[in-house]
């Protein structure tokens, strides 16, 4: 029991200590990470979405939200009226979430997935074209909704 009270608590130090030192440091990560991980929860979002998981996209859906709220928040450079543009998008998904509605999950996630290609557009970052995925790199797990016990 003691050696996995000591196992337990080596593990917490060795996941805290980055965070606690990246917090020390200040340090703020690079805008192309917090929109690469955009991009992920983006694409989560829609299989979750097109799955009927609606838990996972709602958690999804918060974590886009985050994502674009955290680079507005730490890149002042960045057109706040262009990533505003994505917020008639984002109700319209939650509200697709909340109803359960497929087809207006996937209008509000075109509409999204358009506000990104025209802020990429608006900052000269044409080139970085966001679109519905086809195929998912996430073998490791299950988007359609947990069975019921």
């Known amino acids: 029991m003691r050696r996995l009270v000591s196992i337990g608590a080596l593990l917490i130090v060795i996941v ?3 965070i606690a030192v990246a917090k020390a440091l200040d340090y703020v990560p690079a805008l192309a990470d917090i929109m690469t991980g955009a991009q992920f929860r983006h694409m989560k979002l829609w299989f ?3 799955e009927k998981n609606w838990d996972l996209a709602r958690y999804e859906l918060r974590q886009v939200t985050q994502s674009l709220d955290d680079a507005v928040s730490l890149y ?4 706040v009226e262009f990533v ?3 917020t008639d998008p984002l109700i319209a998904i939650g509200d697709a979430i ?3 509605n497929v ?5 509000g996630f075109d509409e999204l997935t358009t506000a990104c290609n025209s802020c990429h557009k608006a900052i000269g970052r044409n080139f970085i074209v966001i679109q519905a995925p086809t195929t998912h790199p996430f073998s490791n797990q299950s988007f359609a909704p947990p069975k019921a016990p």
């Open 16 to 18: 805290s200590a980055p």
């Open 48 to 50: 979750a979405g097109k």
């Open 76 to 79: 002042r450079g960045i057109p």
């Open 84 to 86: 505003s543009a994505t």
């Open 98 to 100: 909340k109803a359960k």
């Open 103 to 107: 087809a207006q999950f996937k209008k």
